[in-house]
């Protein structure tokens, strides 16, 4: 019997197979979904922001930069190895443009390459990616076969 | 997020009711119906707890979005649940054809209007009210998941504090018409508003 476990905004969760873990109305943030596929561990983190900066980090969920080293470990202290470790992510959508107005802050796209850039870094493949556009997702993401289903409003619903 | 006091928090809860009045008196008067608005709500709460004021993240609505320049910029919100949205559009096009929301152009248009009118009512008032000019950009539609249009609002700056201050009020009207107006001052202009009011 599997349980749905919620990831809401800025939050992190890790769990074992059978469970899935989901997170609801990605915007411009990303679910970024790690798993080991051999012990059937994973883990989900809704980051916010691309970058912590200069100031007090708070919830490292919050950011790609700071949430990643986090959910990387709490999955290895599932039993994972991290040389398995494989990822996918969605969202990042820019779901706003004002007509007129360069968008010099396209945090979607930012985010997403952040979390490219931390996978590179924690020589973790990122199997495949559901990113951009302009339309919210709700994602759940199965720790065991990896499956990740994305769900949207108006385009359709897709497992990658 | 800055302190704020009890005193405070009525002083938001005043300007909240006398803007939302006069947005819903000119709703009223474009649409010919009846729209009345609760007595604004004013909270801070963490961000995580947005769904609590906008509802579930995953559940559609129509959204307008306006951004306020000026002295005391901030972030304008009108919410419709999307039967509303519709309902709108029908009044306002004195029918009662379907629309799709998320392609009809025509559609889109007209709620855009309506958030443009009802954004410039709340800000005269508050300009009336507080002396402080604003000025509000051309609004922008969304119509997909609750969640992801206000994650994207919030975060459109590149920064998030960790708490966010909402003033918001509930539009109802007859028949059937739901909405829900939020107003979130970024963190300076909070501090300006409140010195205008000199609490």
């Known amino acids: 019997m599997s349980n749905v476990i919620s990831v809401g905004m800025a939050d992190l969760k890790t769990t074992k197979a059978p469970n899935i873990l989901m997170t609801a109305g990605l915007g411009s943030c990303i679910g970024i979904c790690i798993h080991d596929p051999v012990q059937k561990v994973g883990g989900m983190a809704h980051i916010m922001l691309p970058t912590a900066g200069n100031g007090p980090v708070g919830n490292p969920a919050k950011y790609a930069d700071t949430a990643m080293d986090l959910l990387v470990a709490e999955i290895i202290s599932l039993g994972a190895l991290k040389s398995r470790l494989r990822a996918k992510m969605a969202g990042g959508a820019q779901m706003f443009s004002f007509p007129g107005k360069p968008q010099v802050l396209r945090i979607g796209d930012r985010n997403a390459e952040q979390v490219m850039l931390e996978l590179k870094r924690l020589g973790i493949p990122l199997i495949v990616a559901d990113v951009g556009g302009s339309f919210g997702r709700t994602i759940h993401f199965d720790v065991g076969t990896g499956e990740l289903r994305v769900r949207t409003i108006n385009h359709g619903e897709k497992v990658i | ?199």
């Open chain 2, 1 to 199: 997020m800055m302190e704020i006091t009890q005193m405070q928090l009525d002083a938001l809860r005043v300007i909240g009711n006398i803007g939302s009045g006069h947005a819903a008196t000119a709703l009223s008067t474009m649409l010919n119906r009846r729209i009345e608005m609760s007595i604004p709500e004013v909270r801070i709460i963490e961000f995580e707890k947005a769904p609590t004021v906008i509802g579930h993240l995953e559940v559609p609505q129509a959204v307008v979005y306006v951004k306020v320049e000026g002295e005391a910029p901030g972030k304008a919100v009108f919410f419709f649940p999307l039967e509303s949205a519709e309902i709108l559009v029908q009044v306002l096009f004195g029918t009662s054809d379907s629309f799709n929301l998320f392609e009809n152009e025509m559609a889109q248009s007209a709620l855009k209007e309506v958030g443009n009118i009802l954004v410039s009512s709340f800000l005269i008032a508050l300009t009336n009210f507080s002396g402080i000019p604003f000025q509000p950009s051309v609004p922008a539609l969304a119509v997909d998941m609750v969640g992801a249009i206000f994650d994207a609002i919030l975060l459109e700056d590149g920064i998030l504090e960790d708490t966010v201050l909402f003033i918001n009020t509930q539009l109802t009207g007859i028949p059937k018409i739901e909405g829900k107006f939020v107003f979130l001052p970024d963190e300076g202009s909070l501090r300006k508003l409140l010195g205008a009011l000199g609490v």
